[in-house]
T-cell receptor
Framework: DAGVTQSPTHLIKTRGQQVTLRCSPK?????VSWYQQALGQGPQFIFQ???????QRGNFPDRFSGHQFPNYSSELNVNALLLGDSALYLC??????????????FGEGSWLTVV | AQSVTQLDSHVSVSEGTPVLLRCNYS??????LFWYVQHPNKGLQLLLK??????LVKGINGFEAEFKKSETSFHLTKPSAHMSDAAEYFC???????????FGSGTRLQVQP
């Protein structure tokens, strides 16, 4: 049983460009959340998708957007990249939206470097 | 609002000695609390979780944590450290009904031979 898979694992982009990161949730999971982890910090919640809709959003600008597909996979898009967007982007999946009573699984992340 | 404070950014222990990683939380409502571990270049792995059942929670790899409401603490312990325990540990809180996890800033555990 594959866990949460993310692609690509590493990528380098230039300031002002756009990037798309992809996530496939663990089998049987219907909810996907995205987190940004800057170097030396804990992950920060970006947003959560359930039933193809954004259900909750953290304190991130509109340059960060996402999508969930009917097969529950998800994309994170970041436009107009800034140097400060360099981070590890983590995808998490669960069955159901709430954290209580659900076990949330994380992927290994996508390392984004903006130069 | 929910928040987590990990009281130590680095902890160093000798192999075979006890481990204590400290965490205090702030939550307006009944929280769920978690400890996650992150090994270098790896994703986050759930060690254990508290969701208002028993206050002493046992996790994987010999770790356990005790929920103390009066002290708003959720410290992580292990009786005997192993070299493979060297990693970054995150204390995490989530309030009932909220979807987001709020992470602490992490504690790097070093295990000396």
């Amino acid at each position: 049983d594959a866990g949460v898979t993310q692609s690509p694992t590493h990528l380098i982009k230039t300031r002002g460009q756009q990037v798309t990161l992809r996530c496939s949730p663990k089998s049987g999971h219907d909810t996907v959340s995205w987190y940004q982890q800057a170097l030396g910090q804990g992950p920060q919640f970006i947003f959560q998708y359930y039933e193809e809709e954004e259900r909750q959003r953290g304190n991130f600008p509109d340059r960060f957007s996402g999508h969930q597909f009917p097969n529950y996979s998800s994309e994170l898009n970041v436009n107009a990249l800034l140097l400060g967007d360099s981070a590890l982007y983590l995808c998490a999946s669960s069955r159901g939206q709430g954290a209580k009573g659900n076990t949330i699984y994380f992927g290994e992340g996508s390392w984004l470097t903006v130069v | 609002a929910q928040s987590v404070t990990q009281l130590d950014s680095h902890v160093s222990v000798s192999e075979g000695t006890p481990v204590l990683l400290r965490c205090n939380y702030s939550s307006s409502y009944s929280p769920s609390l978690f400890w996650y571990v992150q090994h270098p270049n790896k994703g986050l792995q759930l060690l254990l979780k508290y969701t208002s059942a028993a206050t002493l929670v046992k996790g994987i790899n010999g770790f356990e944590a005790e929920f103390k409401k009066s002290e708003t603490s959720f410290h992580l312990t292990k009786p005997s450290a192993h070299m493979s325990d060297a990693a970054e540990y995150f204390c995490v809180v989530s309030e009932t009904g909220r979807r987001a996890l709020t992470f602490g800033s992490g504690t790097r555990l070093q295990v000396q031979p």
